[in-house]
């Protein structure tokens, strides 16, 4: 693969700092966008030869909404990797619903002055592609790259959920209309890719674990903090799939550009099953997960149906498992409960 120069935002969160890792192993250089200077310390620990080397610097960028904010990093770099997401809690047309878009539109606009990006890649959401919870039970319709989030703009701000889900969808058909009104005067494509609920390993800076929203998030509070383990999203991919996913994006030889992507495994994520096994082989975990009745497993049947043929066409389809996903992020909470004397209540 051609050695690219990328502008990376998100590489505080899970998935961005993952990808972070993945491209510099690939040999890429790296100029992540900073919204803390705080951060910085961290990334020049973890990575001194790469910061050392000029393999990695960064952007120091407040607030990612301001016009023009991206313009001098975009100007020298022949990728953006565009990760980062607004997920204020409340006000949420202020604090998720328009930042969404305008971020996204800065970063258009930056590639578009821009004389060296070839290719933006972004970090979108399946539930850009379908409706939760209403679409999970559906076995009917086929969701797949065509399909799209119905959620009104009229109850968007009903709740956080419904919210995080119209934003994406509109800031992902505003992206294709501005691509599409442009499209004459650009040199760049863009692939979105659809990325379900992610576990795995958790490297990101301040890692602490939660009862939130999202695959790692999930696992904490229904397995870790006994919720409903049936209750946990099916369809997922583990962290390192995803960057690795976001690192062969870059070649524009072997994946086409301006599509979208619907990413999953095909394997359901059944947590309850993975939490009995996870007792079973993990003994010292015994007391920490909570006692599960074991019940039949979950299978794809009762689900709506995806389908993933462009994705395992480009991609393939060799991705890690629930269970060594999930079990890499039980021993990251087990980790840092043990560095931090218990739980992070």
């Excluded at 604090?95 to 590639?111: E, F, G, K, V």
């Excluded at 499209?183 to 490297?203: A, C, H, N, Q, W």
Aim: hydrophobic share 40%.
């Amino acid at each position: 693969m051609v050695q690219e120069i990328i502008l990376l935002t998100g590489a505080t969160g899970n998935v961005g700092a993952v990808t972070l890792e993945h491209l510099l192993d690939a040999g890429h250089t790296v100029n992540i966008v900073i919204r803390r200077e705080s951060v910085i310390p961290f990334f020049e620990t973890k990575f001194s030869p790469a910061v050392a080397s000029g393999k990695l610097c960064f952007t120091h960028i407040p607030d990612m909404t301001v016009p023009g904010v991206f313009d001098e990093a975009a100007a020298s770099v022949t990728a953006i990797i565009h990760v980062a997401t607004p997920l204020g809690p409340t006000n949420l047309l202020e604090n998720l619903i328009r930042p969404t878009w305008t971020i996204d539109a800065n970063i258009l606009s930056a590639a578009g002055k821009s004389s060296t990006i070839k290719r933006i890649i972004v970090c979108g959401t399946i539930l850009q592609a379908m409706r939760a919870p209403e679409d999970l039970a559906n076995t009917t319709p086929t969701i797949s790259d065509k399909s799209y989030n119905s959620v009104p703009f009229e109850i968007a701000q009903n709740s956080w959920v419904l919210a995080y889900q119209y934003a994406k969808t509109k800031a992902e058909r505003n992206m294709w209309a501005w691509m599409e009104e442009n499209r004459k005067e650009i040199g760049f494509d863009v692939v979105m890719l659809l990325v379900p609920s992610v576990t795995g390993r958790s490297p990101q800076v301040g890692f602490k674990p939660a009862e939130a929203s999202g695959g790692i998030g999930e696992v904490y509070k229904r397995l870790w903090k006994g919720g409903d383990v049936d209750e946990m999203f099916p369809f997922f991919l583990d962290t390192d799939d995803v960057a690795r996913i976001h690192v062969l994006s870059l070649d524009r030889t072997k994946v086409p550009g301006n599509e979208r992507y619907l990413l999953a495994a095909h394997e359901i994520h059944d947590l309850r099953a993975v939490g009995l096994k996870l007792r079973a082989e993990h003994p010292e975990l015994a007391s920490r997960i909570p006692e599960l009745q074991e019940r039949p497993q979950k299978t794809a049947d009762t689900f709506a149906k995806l389908d993933l043929s462009k994705t395992d066409r480009v991609f393939g389809k060799d991705w890690k498992s629930a269970y060594e996903s999930v079990e890499r992020t039980v021993f990251d909470i087990v980790k840092w409960e043990e560095e931090n004397g218990g739980g992070s209540n």
